[in-house]
């Protein structure tokens, strides 16, 4: 089984910054994309940046310049460092990691379990 934990959430004043961090263990064989989705109150979930397995970057335009996504394969991490944040950009934030397990020869989507992250002065 693989399981997928998240922490670095947090209440922040705007303009401070918090890092996110989600770790995956479990009987893997390769990890594919990883990436950080965001649900706030009332909208549906948004992608906010993706990094694939060769370290490209994509960023939805809100927070391009100011979210930066980075892995460690060794590791099975994903990190996203938040500067400058906004109020709009509270939001419960989901990881996910697409996973090929050992002894499949496909990938699937694993969820980190949320975490709150509150910009609020």
């Known amino acids: 089984q693989v399981q997928l934990v998240e922490s670095g959430g947090g209440l922040v004043q705007p303009g401070g910054s918090l890092r996110l961090s989600c770790g995956t263990s479990?009987?893997?064989?390769?990890?594919?994309?990883m990436g950080w989705y965001r649900q706030a109150p009332g909208k549906e979930r948004e992608l906010v940046a993706v990094i694939s397995s060769g370290g490209i970057t994509k960023y939805t335009d809100p927070v391009k310049g100011r979210f930066t996504i980075s892995r460690d394969n060794a590791k099975n991490m994903v990190y996203l460092q938040m500067n400058s944040l906004k109020l709009e950009d509270t939001a419960v934030y989901y990881c996910?990691?697409?996973?090929?397990?050992?002894?499949?020869?496909?990938?699937?989507?694993?969820w980190g379990q949320g975490t709150q992250v509150t910009v609020s002065s």
């Open positions: 479990g009987s893997i064989f390769s990890i594919n994309d």
């Open positions: 996910y990691q697409d996973v090929r397990i050992i002894g499949n020869n496909y990938f699937t989507r694993q």
